[in-house]
Structure formats: structure tokens, C-alpha cells
């Protein structure tokens, strides 16, 4: 699962990342871990 946390509402979204086909990340505040990015390349 891939969890989705906004920090001004406190709100998180949780999504499998299977379901996941493309990530576009337009904020230079975002923060990716190395294991998600580990998961999701063995998606591609």
C-alpha cells in the first residue's frame, strides 16, 4: 500500500501500489523512500 499523507489537512490516502500506472510529482516538497521506489520499479 502506498500511503498518501497531507500534512495541512492531516488527511491520508492509501492506494495499492498495483494499481498505480504513472506518478507525476509536481511539489519539491514531496518525499519518496527507497523501499517504495524499490516496490514500484518492480512494477515496470
Known amino acids: 500500500m502506498l ?5 495541512e ?3 491520508l490516502t492509501l ?3 498495483e494499481d ?5 510529482i509536481d511539489n519539491h516538497s514531496v518525499r ?3 523501499p517504495l ?3 514500484l520499479s518492480k512494477f515496470i
Do not use: E, H, S
Open 3 to 7: 500511503v498518501i499523507a497531507d500534512k
Open 9 to 11: 489537512t492531516g488527511n
Open 15 to 17: 492506494r495499492l501500489l
Open 20 to 24: 498505480i500506472q504513472m506518478a507525476i
Open 32 to 34: 519518496l523512500t527507497v
Open 37 to 39: 521506489i524499490a516496490r
